[in-house]
T-cell receptor
Framework: NAGVTQTPKFQVLKTGQSMTLQCAQD?????MYWYRQDPGMGLRLIYY???????DKGEVPNGYNVSRLNKREFSLRLESAAPSQTSVYFC?????????????FGPGTRLTVT | AQRVTQPEKLLSVFKGAPVELKCNYS??????LFWYVQYSRQRLQLLLR??SRESIKGFTADLNKGETSFHLKKPFAQEEDSAMYYC??????????FGRGTSLIVHP
Protein backbone atom coordinates (compact mmCIF):
# COMPACT_ATOMS: atom_id res chain seq x y z
CA ASN A 1 0.00 0.00 0.00
CA ALA A 2 1.22 3.49 -0.88
CA GLY A 3 -0.57 5.03 2.09
CA VAL A 4 -1.13 8.76 1.54
CA THR A 5 0.23 10.20 -1.68
CA GLN A 6 0.47 13.85 -2.73
CA THR A 7 1.18 15.57 -6.02
CA PRO A 8 3.12 17.59 -6.90
CA LYS A 9 6.12 17.41 -4.58
CA PHE A 10 7.30 20.90 -5.45
CA GLN A 11 5.63 23.87 -7.09
CA VAL A 12 6.51 27.47 -7.78
CA LEU A 13 3.69 29.88 -8.53
CA LYS A 14 3.49 33.56 -9.30
CA THR A 15 1.19 35.76 -7.26
CA GLY A 16 -2.34 35.47 -8.57
CA GLN A 17 -1.92 32.07 -10.20
CA SER A 18 -4.12 29.17 -9.22
CA MET A 19 -3.35 25.53 -8.63
CA THR A 20 -4.73 22.37 -7.08
CA LEU A 21 -2.83 20.08 -4.74
CA GLN A 22 -3.88 16.48 -5.02
CA CYS A 23 -4.07 13.93 -2.24
CA ALA A 24 -5.10 10.29 -2.29
CA GLN A 25 -5.13 7.49 0.27
CA ASP A 26 -5.53 3.75 -0.23
CA UNK A 27 -6.23 2.77 3.39
CA UNK A 28 -10.01 3.05 3.15
CA UNK A 29 -9.97 5.87 5.67
CA UNK A 30 -13.06 7.97 6.19
CA UNK A 31 -11.41 11.23 7.25
CA MET A 32 -8.88 13.40 5.45
CA TYR A 33 -7.11 16.63 6.33
CA TRP A 34 -5.00 19.40 4.86
CA TYR A 35 -2.33 21.10 6.97
CA ARG A 36 0.28 23.72 6.31
CA GLN A 37 3.63 23.68 8.03
CA ASP A 38 5.50 26.91 8.58
CA PRO A 39 8.71 27.48 10.55
CA GLY A 40 7.89 28.31 14.15
CA MET A 41 4.17 27.80 13.59
CA GLY A 42 3.97 24.05 13.55
CA LEU A 43 1.13 22.32 11.76
CA ARG A 44 -2.03 24.29 11.22
CA LEU A 45 -5.22 22.74 9.94
CA ILE A 46 -6.63 24.30 6.77
CA TYR A 47 -9.64 22.09 6.03
CA TYR A 48 -10.78 18.63 6.85
CA UNK A 49 -13.30 16.12 5.63
CA UNK A 50 -14.75 13.93 8.35
CA UNK A 51 -16.35 11.63 5.79
CA UNK A 52 -17.06 11.47 2.08
CA UNK A 53 -19.36 14.30 1.14
CA UNK A 54 -18.48 16.62 4.01
CA UNK A 55 -15.85 19.31 4.42
CA ASP A 56 -15.21 21.76 7.23
CA LYS A 57 -12.93 24.69 7.87
CA GLY A 58 -9.95 24.39 10.10
CA GLU A 59 -7.81 27.03 11.75
CA VAL A 60 -6.55 28.80 8.60
CA PRO A 61 -9.02 28.31 5.72
CA ASN A 62 -8.84 31.74 4.08
CA GLY A 63 -7.55 31.65 0.52
CA TYR A 64 -8.20 27.91 0.09
CA ASN A 65 -10.95 25.65 -1.12
CA VAL A 66 -11.23 21.88 -0.93
CA SER A 67 -13.03 19.08 -2.68
CA ARG A 68 -13.61 15.59 -1.35
CA LEU A 69 -13.83 13.94 -4.74
CA ASN A 70 -14.54 10.47 -3.39
CA LYS A 71 -13.50 8.43 -0.40
CA ARG A 72 -9.90 8.21 -1.62
CA GLU A 73 -9.21 11.73 -2.83
CA PHE A 74 -9.16 15.15 -1.19
CA SER A 75 -7.85 18.14 -3.13
CA LEU A 76 -6.81 21.60 -2.00
CA ARG A 77 -7.17 24.56 -4.35
CA LEU A 78 -5.53 27.94 -4.24
CA GLU A 79 -7.62 30.23 -6.43
CA SER A 80 -5.28 33.23 -6.37
CA ALA A 81 -1.96 32.44 -4.79
CA ALA A 82 -0.29 34.93 -2.46
CA PRO A 83 3.26 34.97 -1.06
CA SER A 84 1.79 34.30 2.40
CA GLN A 85 0.76 30.89 1.10
CA THR A 86 4.36 29.83 0.65
CA SER A 87 4.56 26.77 2.84
CA VAL A 88 4.80 23.01 3.00
CA TYR A 89 1.40 21.39 2.66
CA PHE A 90 0.62 18.04 4.19
CA CYS A 91 -2.36 15.85 3.55
CA UNK A 92 -3.34 13.31 6.20
CA UNK A 93 -5.98 10.68 6.71
CA UNK A 94 -7.43 8.74 9.61
CA UNK A 95 -9.90 5.94 10.13
CA UNK A 96 -12.38 8.51 11.32
CA UNK A 97 -12.75 11.61 13.38
CA UNK A 98 -12.13 10.30 16.83
CA UNK A 99 -10.06 11.16 19.83
CA UNK A 100 -7.79 8.15 19.68
CA UNK A 101 -7.34 7.85 15.94
CA UNK A 102 -3.85 8.15 14.53
CA UNK A 103 -3.28 10.40 11.54
CA UNK A 104 -1.30 9.15 8.55
CA PHE A 105 0.56 11.79 6.62
CA GLY A 106 1.61 12.23 3.02
CA PRO A 107 5.12 13.28 1.98
CA GLY A 108 4.21 16.93 1.59
CA THR A 109 4.13 19.52 -1.18
CA ARG A 110 6.59 22.39 -0.98
CA LEU A 111 4.94 25.46 -2.49
CA THR A 112 6.66 28.75 -3.20
CA VAL A 113 4.68 31.80 -4.30
CA THR A 114 6.74 34.64 -5.75
CA ALA B 1 -10.54 25.73 23.44
CA GLN B 2 -7.64 23.34 23.33
CA ARG B 3 -4.04 24.37 23.07
CA VAL B 4 -0.65 22.67 22.93
CA THR B 5 2.54 24.41 23.92
CA GLN B 6 6.02 23.17 23.13
CA PRO B 7 8.23 25.78 24.76
CA GLU B 8 11.48 24.79 23.05
CA LYS B 9 11.98 25.37 19.33
CA LEU B 10 15.35 23.66 19.45
CA LEU B 11 16.92 21.15 21.79
CA SER B 12 20.55 20.23 21.32
CA VAL B 13 22.18 17.36 23.23
CA PHE B 14 25.11 15.01 22.92
CA LYS B 15 24.81 11.31 22.18
CA GLY B 16 24.15 9.35 25.34
CA ALA B 17 22.66 12.28 27.23
CA PRO B 18 19.10 12.19 28.54
CA VAL B 19 16.46 13.97 26.52
CA GLU B 20 13.19 15.57 27.60
CA LEU B 21 10.98 17.34 25.08
CA LYS B 22 8.36 19.35 26.86
CA CYS B 23 4.68 19.50 26.00
CA ASN B 24 2.03 21.34 27.97
CA TYR B 25 -1.61 21.39 27.08
CA SER B 26 -4.72 23.31 27.87
CA UNK B 27 -7.99 21.44 27.81
CA UNK B 28 -10.73 21.24 30.39
CA UNK B 29 -11.77 17.66 29.69
CA UNK B 30 -9.90 14.37 29.49
CA UNK B 31 -7.37 14.64 26.66
CA UNK B 32 -5.89 12.16 24.24
CA LEU B 33 -2.25 13.01 23.62
CA PHE B 34 0.20 11.99 20.94
CA TRP B 35 3.78 12.53 19.89
CA TYR B 36 4.54 12.63 16.18
CA VAL B 37 8.04 12.64 14.69
CA GLN B 38 9.36 13.87 11.36
CA TYR B 39 12.82 12.64 10.39
CA SER B 40 14.77 14.52 7.75
CA ARG B 41 13.14 14.15 4.33
CA GLN B 42 10.48 11.81 5.68
CA ARG B 43 6.80 12.25 6.43
CA LEU B 44 5.34 12.80 9.86
CA GLN B 45 4.55 9.61 11.67
CA LEU B 46 3.11 8.68 15.01
CA LEU B 47 5.74 7.97 17.63
CA LEU B 48 3.52 7.15 20.57
CA ARG B 49 0.21 7.93 22.22
CA UNK B 50 -0.54 8.14 25.89
CA UNK B 51 -3.39 5.66 25.80
CA SER B 52 -1.02 2.91 24.68
CA ARG B 53 1.42 3.45 27.56
CA GLU B 54 4.17 1.98 25.45
CA SER B 55 7.82 2.73 24.80
CA ILE B 56 8.81 3.30 21.19
CA LYS B 57 12.47 3.56 20.17
CA GLY B 58 13.30 4.05 23.83
CA PHE B 59 10.98 7.04 24.19
CA THR B 60 8.30 7.26 26.84
CA ALA B 61 5.77 9.92 27.72
CA ASP B 62 3.63 10.17 30.81
CA LEU B 63 0.45 12.15 31.06
CA ASN B 64 0.50 14.37 34.13
CA LYS B 65 -2.99 15.77 34.50
CA GLY B 66 -2.04 17.87 37.52
CA GLU B 67 0.65 19.71 35.57
CA THR B 68 -1.21 19.34 32.24
CA SER B 69 1.94 17.98 30.65
CA PHE B 70 2.94 15.12 28.35
CA HIS B 71 6.70 15.36 28.17
CA LEU B 72 8.64 13.00 25.91
CA LYS B 73 11.69 11.38 27.49
CA LYS B 74 14.55 9.15 26.53
CA PRO B 75 17.36 8.22 28.92
CA PHE B 76 20.13 7.98 26.33
CA ALA B 77 19.83 9.96 23.10
CA GLN B 78 21.09 8.52 19.81
CA GLU B 79 22.12 10.42 16.69
CA GLU B 80 19.25 8.83 14.78
CA ASP B 81 16.82 10.54 17.17
CA SER B 82 17.56 13.86 15.50
CA ALA B 83 14.23 15.00 14.09
CA MET B 84 11.31 17.35 14.49
CA TYR B 85 8.91 16.33 17.24
CA TYR B 86 5.29 17.45 17.50
CA CYS B 87 2.99 17.02 20.44
CA UNK B 88 -0.71 16.77 19.56
CA UNK B 89 -3.91 16.85 21.58
CA UNK B 90 -7.34 15.49 20.71
CA UNK B 91 -10.05 16.95 22.83
CA UNK B 92 -13.69 17.69 22.38
CA UNK B 93 -13.44 18.61 18.71
CA UNK B 94 -11.86 15.22 17.88
CA UNK B 95 -9.55 17.03 15.44
CA UNK B 96 -6.04 17.06 16.85
CA UNK B 97 -4.31 20.30 17.68
CA PHE B 98 -0.58 20.28 17.09
CA GLY B 99 2.11 22.17 18.93
CA ARG B 100 4.70 24.24 17.10
CA GLY B 101 7.26 21.47 17.24
CA THR B 102 10.69 20.99 18.78
CA SER B 103 13.73 20.28 16.67
CA LEU B 104 15.99 17.78 18.42
CA ILE B 105 19.62 17.64 17.39
CA VAL B 106 21.80 14.90 18.83
CA HIS B 107 25.50 15.54 18.37
CA PRO B 108 28.00 12.67 18.13
Amino acid sequence: NAGVTQTPKFQVLKTGQSMTLQCAQDMNHNSMYWYRQDPGMGLRLIYYSASEGTTDKGEVPNGYNVSRLNKREFSLRLESAAPSQTSVYFCASSVGVGRTYEQYFGPGTRLTVT
Amino acid sequence: AQRVTQPEKLLSVFKGAPVELKCNYSYSGSPELFWYVQYSRQRLQLLLRHISRESIKGFTADLNKGETSFHLKKPFAQEEDSAMYYCALSGGSYIPTFGRGTSLIVHP
